[in-house]
């Protein structure tokens, strides 16, 4: 069983960045593609960023060229870091891990971008 724990969110200032991390628990993070999925109030999930356990990555078109998605399997840790926030990047940033048929999410960090 993997358990994701997610931190670094806070509020922060149009312009900032912030560095989200996610640790996981448990065997085989190697195995598992990385996701970094977000939730804005009243919108759907929506999938931000991944990696997958070779090291390619994924970028939403929104975030492109903002946010970087990388991973430590070392410390069994994927990192999210966005820069230039904006007003529309404020949402609940969830950890996801998949591998085949085995899913598992973490509770979510809350970023907030407000002046």
């Known amino acids: 069983q993997v358990q994701l724990v997610e931190s670094g969110g806070g509020l922060v200032q149009p312009g900032g960045s912030l560095r989200l991390s996610c640790a996981a628990s448990g065997s085989a993070f190697g195995l598992y593609v990385m996701n970094w999925y977000r939730q804005a109030p009243g919108k759907q999930r929506e999938l931000v960023a991944a990696i997958t356990n070779s090291g390619s990555t994924a970028l939403a078109d929104s975030v492109k060229g903002r946010f970087t998605i990388s991973r430590d399997d070392a410390k069994n840790t994927v990192y999210l870091q966005m820069n230039s926030l904006k007003p529309e990047d404020t949402a609940v940033y969830y950890c996801?891990?998949?591998?085949?048929?085995?899913?598992?999410w973490g509770k979510g960090t809350l970023v907030t971008v407000s002046s």
């Open positions: 996801n891990a998949r591998a085949g048929l085995m899913e598992h």
